[in-house]
């Protein structure tokens, strides 16, 4: 089971950090990653970290302005998010695969879910 939190509203330039404790063994085997939907549009990815040697990955839009960790004595992931813009207004969605290898930007290959945080970003 996965449980984000640390969405809300915050001004464009703000700041937010957004936590996934996941709950369960093994989180050192799975892969962690956040997507976001905006409302009327797919699912898209946002940043991950791989499994074994954590290597993180971000989507060009957020690239320079967000980092994502992990601690596994904790089972938790975190995304800090920097210099907000309105475009990032989404619910954020903790997703977590077993072992994925080389897959890391794909929606498809994550078995675990968060019910998901609402950012919104104001102008």
């Known amino acids: 089971q996965l449980v984000e939190s640390g969405g809300g509203v915050v001004k464009a330039g703000g700041s937010l950090t957004l936590s996934c404790a996941a709950s369960?063994?093994?989180?050192?085997?799975?892969?962690m990653a956040w997507f976001r939907q905006a409302p009327g549009k797919e699912r898209e990815f946002v940043a991950a970290v791989s499994w074994k040697d954590g290597i993180t990955d971000y989507a060009d839009s957020v690239k320079g302005r967000s980092t994502i960790s992990r601690d596994n004595a904790r089972s938790t992931v975190n995304l800090q998010m920097n210099s907000l813009r309105p475009e990032d207004t989404a619910v954020y969605y903790c997703?977590?695969?077993?072992?994925?290898?080389?897959?890391?930007?794909?929606?498809?290959?994550?078995?675990?879910w968060g019910q998901g945080t609402q950012v919104t970003v104001s102008s």
């Open positions: 369960g063994r093994h989180f050192s085997n799975y892969a």
């Open positions: 997703a977590g695969d077993y072992q994925n290898v080389g897959a890391l930007r794909l929606a498809a290959e994550y078995d675990y």
